[in-house]
Each structure stands twice: as structure tokens, then as C-alpha cells.
């Protein structure tokens, strides 16, 4: 993954103050404890540095001429003056610079929260917008796709609210950012064509363009358009002084056009130059990124290309220390899979195919889906089949190498009886699915209708009579044949107390009636209706069949996926996951 950091833009805030004390409150309280904890300026600040507007001091905090030490002075005085204003917006702006330019950025989230509780109410023409910006950054950052998403459009429809239209361009370049780790350059590219326009026209945002074009070149790139890529990396490495906090991520962008290009000794030259640039600053991926695109350079223009393994291991050391992964850096371990294999070395064969699958179950979990050219030779299915073909290899050659056929004797015992036991279990499930889906869906219905004189007769003639008067039963057999009509059951933390309550009833008289002529407490009740819904959906509805489980356990009421899956096993004998994937296979046939 490239990483794309969060830009200061210009500040429009309002001066208006309202419910201060209040909102002042809660600012303590939220963050006091980091404010104290990264404190570095102990000292007084001179009166004559007070008496600067917020706006010249953002601009000085924004100077690209200024180094870290000197922003983080003018910050505090920035927050300092804010405190003394006890203006909610300027304090929040206070804490939004005090956020970027922190090297520490674990605290984020708090900053983030806070600026929002302080300008909720604002109606400012930044604000809350920009905490919500900076959640959604911090989760951009950290591969929290969904949640990076759900603040941005917050902050949409705040900057919309407002007119902001900086604001409006700076959320779609998040959204672009997301797209392109979704693998949809092409989605991403007119939000930043839009931004270009835009800052073309301002000549005093220049940093805010040479942002963008550096994104717009690595769109380019992706989209194998690698000419219109280089005009972009060439006017910037033209231009930008080497001291440019871009210029080193350009250098990278040249070293990987001359490799698409067949040119790896230009490659090698740029990504040479790139590489102790990028050591300075804290970015572990694209670092990786440099190493990869050194060792395939080797692998396809150099006549040993073994010696291509040193770079494919050091990006691959890089993942594990930082406990990052990056789509960009999925070929890497195909690399390395193939070396271990030219080399006959099972075990780090079988490794590194740990690591694909570990990186692609987690961009899975993250709805990051990697596109149908990156899984053409290692989709999915053929990495595990891959993994078990080695696992046996492996394990073969230790059989061989032990040698002791007692060993291998037990061994296959418990083989053959684990073979009984899976085959075992697989025709129980098959016989219960099969037995699931021979019940017709207007039998799973009318398990939910049945009128409630049925029940009164069918109770009454078998079995002995409940302590509750038998106007009261009626009442409250009618109710719950209106409450499953209307499929009140799918509403989540549904207490019996509460809905004793809502039927005219008590507690007790409840649980006697269900009990009497349900056959089940009354949380069974309750779970048993979930999961006949849930049954009947999954069996009629492909959209809801490619719900995720805990989408489906929501949807029909259920907290979590632990309790949905012990009340449809109870129910069913069969886990969800099973289920569906039954369904599906019937389907496609």
C-alpha cells in the first residue's frame, strides 16, 4: 500500500461561542489527560506571540519552510490563545493541528472525539466536519476501510451542509483513497481530477496540487497508463527541491514506471536513490514496495535471478514487524512460493503460503477484494489446496524418515477413525439439511400463524389446565399471534419483562402461556421465531444468502453471531455457514 497522508487546509473557522462552559467541560475532560501526557512546551510564551491572529499562526503551523520543532511551538501558542479566547472552534482547530503534527499518533482517536464533542452544535463552516476528517484518516491509515468510510460521508454531509466546497474536494480524495484500496483506480481517478482543477487555479496551494498529482501518477501506474504516469513524475522531480516531503515518493514512482518499462537499471537507479529517503520518515510499506520492485528488477534482467530473494525476504520482514499488509505486496509472496519451490524447500514454501492466505483472509475481513488478475494463479481455494498438497508432502518425508511402523500404525488408526468420524458427521448434516429443506416454506409459516383457538383446544384436551383465567390466556395467545404476524421477534434485546408489559400483562402469566401451548420458555420462543425467519429468507433470498453471518444474525435480531449460531444449531442441528453453503451448491446446480 502507499501511503497518502492527511493535508492542512486552509481554516475558515467561525468566531461565534456558544454553550461554552459546557462545551469547555467536556473538552477537559476528553483530553486533558493527552494534552498533559505530550506536553513539551513548559515555558512562558511571550505576550507579543499571543497577540498573533489564528490565522497567521496556521500559517506559519502550515509553512513548508518550517521544520517539526518550530510547527509544534506555533501549535501551542495556537492552543495556548485558544484556552485564554475559550472560543469551542478555535479550540477544536487547536487540537485538529495539535493532531497533525503529532509524531504520536495513538492518541488520534481522543483528539478526533473531542473536536466533536466541542462543534457538534456549531454550525461552523469547518467544524465538526474536521473531526470526523481526522477519524476518518486515522482509520484510512490503519486499514479500517468501513470505518474510515463512515466518518468521511459524516463529514460529507456536514461540508455539504456548509457550502465548504476545499472541504467537499478534500472528503472526495478520502473517498478516492478508499477506492483505490478497494482495487477501483478508475473510480478514484475523476475525484482527484476534480481536486486538480481546482488547485491549478490556486497558485498559493501548491503543496495541495503536488499532493495530488502525486496520487494521480499512482493511479496512472495502476491503470497501466504509464506514459501519462512519467509527465507527472517528471514535471514534479523537475520542480520539487529534494527536501520536498514528496520528492522522495516521485523518485519511487520513476524507479517502478522504468521497471514497467523494461528498463531495470534505471529502476534500480531511482529506487536507489528513493530508499534512504523513505528510511527517514516512518513508512515501513512503502519501503517494502522499494525492496519488491528491486528484487523483481533482479528477477527479470539479471542472469542469476536467485539473487532476487534477499529484497522479496526484506519486504517480507518489513510486513511482520510492523504487522502491516498491503495488496501491493501480494506478488512478493507468489515470488517467494515460487523460489521455495525451484529450491525444493517445503517448509518455507509452506510458510509463505501461510502468509498469502493470512494477507488475503485479512483484506477479505476488511471487504478489501482483490481484483480476478492478482487471484488468476492464486485465488483462494488453490492456496489452501496448495497448502494441504505440502502439508502432506511434509509429512510424508517425516513418515519415511521415522520409519517405525508402530508409529505409523497408530497414526493411520487414528487417520481411519478420523476419516469414520468426518464421513460420519457429514452424512448427519446432509440428513438434516436434507430433512430442513423437504419441510415446504408454507409449513415454516404456519409453524408461526397457528391460530390461537387451535391451541387453546389441542392444550386443553391434552394436558392439564395453566393457573392463568382463560380470558387472560386468549388475550394474550391473540397478541403473540399479532407479534409474529408482524415479526416483532426481529427486534434486537427483546426482555420479557418489557414485553409482558407491552401485551397488558405480567411476567409470570406470560411465561405460564408460552410454556403451556409454545412447548419452550420464553427465550427459545423468541430465538426459535428468529430462526425459522432466518431459514425461510436464506432458502428464497440470494442477496441475503451473501450476507456476511453477523449481517444475517443482526437482521433477524440476534446481538451476536455466537448467539445466532447456538440457537440455529439448537434449532436446526446444522451451523449458518453450513446451511448456506448447502443452499448455494443446490442453487448452482
Known amino acids: 500500500m502507499y501511503q497518502y497522508n492527511l493535508k492542512l487546509f486552509a481554516s475558515k473557522c467561525s468566531s461565534t461561542c456558544f454553550n461554552m462552559k459546557e462545551k469547555i467541560t467536556i473538552f477537559l475532560l476528553m483530553i486533558a489527560p493527552v494534552l498533559i501526557?505530550?506536553?513539551?512546551?513548559?515555558?512562558?510564551?511571550?505576550?507579543?506571540?499571543?497577540?498573533?491572529?489564528?490565522?497567521?499562526?496556521?500559517?506559519?503551523?502550515?509553512?513548508?519552510?518550517?521544520?517539526?520543532?518550530?510547527?509544534?511551538?506555533?501549535?501551542?501558542?495556537?492552543?495556548?490563545?485558544?484556552?485564554?479566547?475559550?472560543?469551542?472552534?478555535?479550540?477544536?482547530?487547536?487540537?485538529?493541528?495539535?493532531?497533525?503534527?503529532?509524531?504520536?499518533?495513538?492518541?488520534?482517536?481522543?483528539?478526533?472525539?473531542?473536536?466533536?464533542?466541542?462543534?457538534?452544535?456549531?454550525?461552523?463552516?469547518?467544524?465538526p466536519a474536521k473531526g470526523y476528517i481526522l477519524k476518518g484518516n486515522f482509520f484510512l491509515i490503519n486499514l479500517r476501510l468501513q470505518e474510515a468510510l463512515g466518518n468521511i460521508f459524516i463529514a460529507k454531509q456536514y461540508s455539504e451542509k456548509s457550502g465548504n466546497l476545499e472541504q467537499k474536494l478534500l472528503i472526495n480524495r478520502y473517498i478516492g483513497l478508499v477506492k483505490i484500496e478497494l482495487g477501483k483506480p478508475e473510480e478514484a481517478l475523476p475525484l482527484f481530477e476534480e481536486s486538480h482543477r481546482f488547485f491549478k487555479s490556486k497558485p498559493e496551494m501548491k503543496l495541495d496540487l503536488i499532493?495530488?498529482?502525486?496520487?494521480?501518477?499512482?493511479?496512472?501506474?495502476?491503470?497501466?497508463?504509464?506514459?501519462?504516469?512519467?509527465?507527472?513524475?517528471?514535471?514534479?522531480?523537475?520542480?520539487?527541491?529534494?527536501?520536498?516531503?514528496?520528492?522522495?515518493?516521485?523518485?519511487?514512482?520513476?524507479?517502478?514506471?522504468?521497471?514497467?518499462?523494461?528498463?531495470?537499471?534505471?529502476?534500480?537507479l531511482f529506487l536507489n536513490k528513493s530508499i534512504p529517503l523513505i528510511k527517514e520518515v516512518d513508512d515501513p510499506l512503502n519501503l517494502a514496495v522499494c525492496y519488491y520492485y528491486k528484487g523483481e528488477n533482479i528477477m527479470k534482467g539479471d542472469v542469476?535471478?536467485?539473487?532476487?530473494?534477499?529484497?522479496?525476504?526484506?519486504?517480507?520482514?518489513?510486513?511482520?514487524?510492523?504487522?502491516?499488509?498491503?495488496?501491493?505486496?501480494?506478488?512478493?509472496?507468489?515470488?517467494?512460493?515460487?523460489?521455495?519451490?525451484d529450491e525444493n524447500d517445503d517448509k518455507r514454501q509452506l510458510y509463505y503460503l501461510n502468509r498469502l492466505i493470512e494477507i488475503?483472509?485479512?483484506?477479505?475481513?476488511?471487504?478489501?477484494?482483490?481484483?480476478?488478475?492478482?487471484?488468476?494463479?492464486?485465488?483462494?481455494?488453490?492456496?489452501?489446496?496448495?497448502k494441504e498438497k505440502l502439508i502432506n508432502k511434509i509429512n510424508q518425508e517425516k513418515k519415511i524418515i521415522l520409519g517405525f511402523g508402530g508409529v505409523l500404525g497408530i497414526a493411520f488408526g487414528f487417520a481411519v477413525f478420523y476419516l469414520i468420524k468426518v464421513?460420519?458427521?457429514?452424512?448427519?448434516?446432509?440428513?438434516?439439511?436434507?430433512?430442513?429443506?423437504?419441510?415446504?416454506?408454507?409449513?415454516?409459516?404456519?409453524?408461526?400463524?397457528?391460530?390461537?383457538?387451535?391451541?387453546?383446544?389441542?392444550?386443553?384436551?391434552?394436558?392439564?389446565?395453566?393457573a392463568v383465567p382463560k380470558e387472560i390466556v386468549r388475550e394474550i395467545l391473540k397478541k403473540l399471534t399479532q407479534f409474529e404476524n408482524e415479526k416483532g421477534y426481529l427486534k434486537p434485546n427483546i426482555k420479557q419483562t418489557d414485553f409482558a408489559r407491552e401485551l397488558d400483562t405480567n411476567s409470570s402469566y406470560l411465561s405460564k402461556v408460552i410454556n403451556h401451548y409454545k412447548g419452550k420458555n420464553f427465550s427459545q420462543y423468541i430465538n426459535d421465531l428468529r430462526i425459522d425467519f432466518a431459514i425461510k429468507r436464506l432458502m428464497v433470498d440470494k442477496k441475503f444468502r451473501k450476507y456476511t453471518i453477523k449481517a444475517i444474525s443482526e437482521d433477524v435480531g440476534f446481538t451476536n453471531t455466537e448467539s445466532f449460531g447456538r440457537a440455529f444449531y439448537t434449532k436446526t442441528g446444522l451451523q449458518p455457514s453450513y446451511f448456506i453453503k448447502k443452499l448455494e451448491e443446490n442453487n448452482n446446480r
Not at 505530550?38 to 507579543?48: E, N, Y
Not at 498573533?52 to 499562526?57: D, E, N, Q, V
Not at 529484497?311 to 517480507?316: G, L, T, V
Request: aromatic share 14%.
Open 37 to 127: 501526557a505530550q506536553q513539551k512546551w513548559q515555558g512562558v510564551i511571550p505576550d507579543s506571540l499571543l497577540k498573533f491572529s489564528f490565522a497567521t499562526l496556521e500559517q506559519r503551523i502550515n509553512s513548508a519552510e518550517l521544520d517539526l520543532k518550530k510547527k509544534e511551538f506555533y501549535t501551542e501558542i495556537y492552543y495556548r490563545k485558544a484556552i485564554i479566547k475559550d472560543n469551542p472552534v478555535d479550540l477544536a482547530n487547536a487540537l485538529y493541528l495539535k493532531a497533525l503534527i503529532s509524531q504520536d499518533k495513538s492518541n488520534t482517536l481522543q483528539y478526533a472525539d473531542a473536536i466533536i464533542a466541542l462543534t457538534k452544535d456549531s454550525n461552523d463552516f469547518n467544524f
Open 304 to 341: 542469476n535471478p536467485a539473487n532476487a530473494k534477499d529484497y522479496y525476504e526484506k519486504a517480507d520482514s518489513i510486513l511482520i514487524m510492523t504487522k502491516k499488509y498491503s495488496r501491493d505486496l501480494r506478488d512478493n509472496y507468489i515470488r517467494l512460493i515460487e523460489i521455495s519451490r
Open 211 to 268: 499532493f495530488v498529482e502525486w496520487v494521480m501518477s499512482d493511479i496512472y501506474i495502476r491503470l497501466g497508463k504509464i506514459d501519462t504516469a512519467l509527465f507527472y513524475i517528471d514535471k514534479a522531480l523537475r520542480d520539487l527541491e529534494r527536501s520536498n516531503p514528496y520528492y522522495r515518493y516521485f523518485e519511487m514512482y520513476k524507479g517502478i514506471c522504468c521497471h514497467l518499462k523494461k528498463d531495470f537499471a534505471q529502476s534500480n
Open 423 to 466: 464421513r460420519r458427521e457429514k452424512f448427519l448434516f446432509e440428513e438434516r439439511f436434507n430433512k430442513l429443506m423437504q419441510v415446504p416454506l408454507y409449513e415454516i409459516e404456519s409453524a408461526e400463524e397457528e391460530p390461537m383457538e387451535n391451541l387453546i383446544l389441542i392444550k386443553d384436551d391434552k394436558a392439564k389446565p395453566i
Open 360 to 386: 488475503d483472509s485479512y483484506f477479505n475481513k476488511n471487504k478489501v477484494f482483490l481484483s480476478e488478475s492478482i487471484n488468476k494463479n492464486y485465488d483462494t481455494p488453490k492456496l489452501f489446496a496448495e
